[in-house]
């Protein structure tokens, strides 16, 4: 099929998933004159509890959307990022941020509850682009359009189809065929809640704490530092269909037995938590077909532990809009953005699985420098 100078400005772009690297993208194919629809299935976006990291590299394309200033001011900008022994509490590595980090990596680097980032982004999409709940059931790509069936009943039409609906993507089937999520037997604990119940203990800014077999970051979400953040990881067991359920302090304090006492007062004063199962992809190495394109979780999920799975799906989409930007031919372009994109991905999936990112001295530069906005758009140099 032949879809040559299809995609011009004012072309019509469905984007399926309105999560962090959706709503980016449909930002800035707006702001470029694409006609854009946003397809969610959720009813609405819920305020759950997840504290996110948002590196200099994601607030690069912040940047880019005027969306930075707000969530800079909201968010917590950590002197340093440290690595702890589980038990002693030794210091492995401590990485600088703030200042030191603003210079090094070109913006700064915060650590925000994870609605506000999601908010920020939103805010940049123009009011009535997000058609809530619109599961995608199937998409099909004909001559003239590609055509899109929800679990409603309803049908939609358009020039291209981006496909940013995460781990579990259905646009993936429609360019790979039949490809499922993969529980990697860890589940990540997580709860949110007001510091005032730490009974007076200080927590230093964004540290991690490295067991044998499991870890646990805690920092704030806030610069007013009334609310505090644990996510886990640890080994466990998954048979829910539900993206996460609510779990017992008794099981999360037992899986952290013997860490530091700092830890376990962080766990044994959360009044509620909950328990996600971490879940993967195996890595596939196409991500466009005809009119459809992946972005995000949808073509290179993976584990958390390098903190980047939505910096990669955000980068992705500054880097696919321009390079729809670059060429009419959506075969070029999607062609051109997954040269750009996969190294880096590949890279950061790897390091991710490996779970070794900042445990000791390490220089995260290639990581945090990295500028979606201005990066050439030609396969990086190996
Ligand atoms: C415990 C944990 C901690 C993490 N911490 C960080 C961190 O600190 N920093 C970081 O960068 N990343 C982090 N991540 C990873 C990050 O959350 C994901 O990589 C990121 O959300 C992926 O963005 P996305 O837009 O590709 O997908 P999502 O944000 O998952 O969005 C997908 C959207 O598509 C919608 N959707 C799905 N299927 C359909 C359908 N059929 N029809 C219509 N809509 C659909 C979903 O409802 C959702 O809104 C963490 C992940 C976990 C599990």
Request: hydrophobic share 40%; glycine share 6%; with cysteine.
């Given at each position: 099929m032949i879809l040559g100078a299809l995609m011009k400005r004012g072309s019509h772009i469905a984007v399926i998933g309105a999560?962090?690297?959706?709503?980016?993208?449909?930002?800035?194919?707006?702001?470029?004159?694409?006609?854009?629809?946003?397809?969610?299935?959720?009813?609405?976006?819920e305020r759950i509890g997840a504290g996110i990291h948002v590196s200099a590299n994601v607030m690069k394309v912040l940047h880019?959307?005027?969306?930075?200033?707000?969530?800079?001011?909201?968010?917590?900008?950590?002197?340093?990022?440290?690595?702890?022994?589980?038990?002693?509490?030794?210091?492995?590595?401590e990485l600088p941020l703030g200042n030191t980090g603003r210079q090094k990596y070109g913006a700064s680097y915060i650590t925000v509850h994870r609605h506000d980032l999601h908010a920020a982004l939103l805010e940049k999409v123009r009011p009535g682009t997000i058609e809530f709940d619109k599961r995608l059931t199937a998409v099909r790509s004909d001559g003239a359009a590609a055509r899109l069936s929800f679990a409603d009943g309803s049908s939609a039409e358009a020039d291209l189809v981006i496909g940013a609906d995460g781990v579990n993507s259905k646009v993936r089937e429609a360019v790979v065929g039949?490809?499922?999520?993969?529980?990697?037997?860890?589940?990540a604990h997580r709860a949110i809640y007001p510091s005032a119940l730490l009974n007076g203990l200080q927590v230093r800014n964004c540290t991690k704490w490295w067991g044998p077999n499991s870890h646990i970051l805690i920092y704030y979400i806030e610069q007013t530092?009334?609310?505090?953040?644990?996510?886990?990881?640890?080994?466990?067991?998954?048979?829910?269909?539900?993206p996460w359920e609510f779990c017992t302090r008794e099981e999360v304090a037992s899986a952290f037995e013997g860490f530091h006492p700092e830890v376990r007062q962080v766990i044994e004063t959360a009044p509620q938590l909950t328990k996600w199962p971490i879940l993967d992809i195996n890595p596939i190495d196409k991500w466009s077909e005809g009119r459809l394109v992946?972005?995000?979780?949808?073509?290179?999920?993976?584990?958390?532990?390098?903190a980047s799975g939505a910096a990669m799906a955000i980068e992705d989409a500054a880097v696919l809009v321009r390079c729809m930007l670059q060429s009419d031919d959506?075969?070029?372009?999607?062609?051109?953005?997954?040269?750009?994109?996969?190294?880096?991905?590949?890279?950061?999936?790897?390091?991710?699985?490996?779970?070794?990112?900042?445990?000791?001295?390490?220089?995260?530069?290639?990581?945090?420098?990295?500028?979606?906005?201005?990066?050439?758009?030609?396969?990086?140099?190996?």
């Open positions: 999560g962090l690297g959706g709503a980016t993208a449909a930002a800035l194919l707006q702001r470029e004159g694409f006609q854009v629809r946003l397809y969610e299935q959720a009813r609405s976006f880019h959307l005027d969306a930075e200033h707000r969530l800079s001011q909201l968010g917590i900008h950590p002197d340093t990022f440290t690595s702890r022994e589980w038990n002693t509490g030794d210091v492995l590595f039949p490809s499922k999520s993969r529980f990697t037997g860890a589940v530092r009334k609310e505090i953040y644990l996510v886990t990881s640890a080994k466990g067991d998954w048979n829910s269909e539900a992946l972005l995000g979780d949808a073509c290179h999920a993976m584990t958390p532990y390098m959506p075969a070029t372009a999607f062609a051109l953005y997954q040269a750009v994109r996969m190294p880096r991905v590949s890279k950061v999936q790897r390091i991710s699985a490996e779970n070794t990112f900042l445990r000791y001295p390490t220089d995260p530069a290639w990581v945090f420098a990295y500028d979606a906005v201005t990066v050439p758009l030609e396969p990086p140099q190996q």
